[in-house]
């Protein structure tokens, strides 16, 4: 989408008209994105490689009650409670994904490489990496972060 991502679409969907009931059809199977949909205000949220008959159901039962299919939801279980990465380690996780070591990311954000290391530490524990490749993988797998922002 050339302005907005979904989500944003989402958002300004639902400011102009608060009852517009919308399904997000996406190839982004990630729990973060899936929850970013759904807190955005979407009723539903489809994978592109559903059915088309499935996709018509969706979206008349979306009049009324919530969609999500039984691979979303799975999805969705899998990482349930989770604890939400800050805006700060985010950006943090998605500086190591390029390749910058903790100094090069500390001079990218005005931050000491004692900071960093720390955002990294919570990172860790959050998503339950053993190291920073593994908290990229993982990052990139539930759509915590993506290679294009």
């Excluded at 991502?5 to 517009?20: E, H, K």
């Excluded at 999805?75 to 903790?102: C, H, I, K, M, Q």
């Excluded at 990052?139 to 972060?145: F, K, M, P, W």
Aim: with cysteine; proline share 3%.
């Amino acid at each position: 989408m050339p302005r907005l991502d979904g989500v944003g679409a989402i958002q300004a969907i639902r400011a102009l008209d608060p009852g517009a009931r919308l399904v997000a059809l996406t190839t982004y199977e990630g729990d973060a994105d899936i929850h970013r949909a759904l807190s955005a205000g979407a009723c539903g949220y489809l994978l592109k490689d559903a059915l088309v008959a499935e996709l018509v159901d969706a979206v008349r039962a979306a009049a009324g009650k919530r969609v999500i299919p039984p691979v979303v939801a799975t999805r969705l279980a899998e990482f349930t409670p989770r604890d939400d990465l800050s805006a700060r380690e985010r950006e943090v996780l998605l500086y190591v994904a390029r390749g910058l070591s903790n100094k090069e990311i500390a001079r990218a954000i005005g931050r000491s490489a004692e900071t960093v290391k720390a955002h990294l530490e919570s990172v860790f524990q959050k998503l339950g990496a053993r190291d920073r490749t593994h908290a990229v993988t993982l990052a990139l797998q539930r759509g915590i972060i993506r290679l294009d922002e």
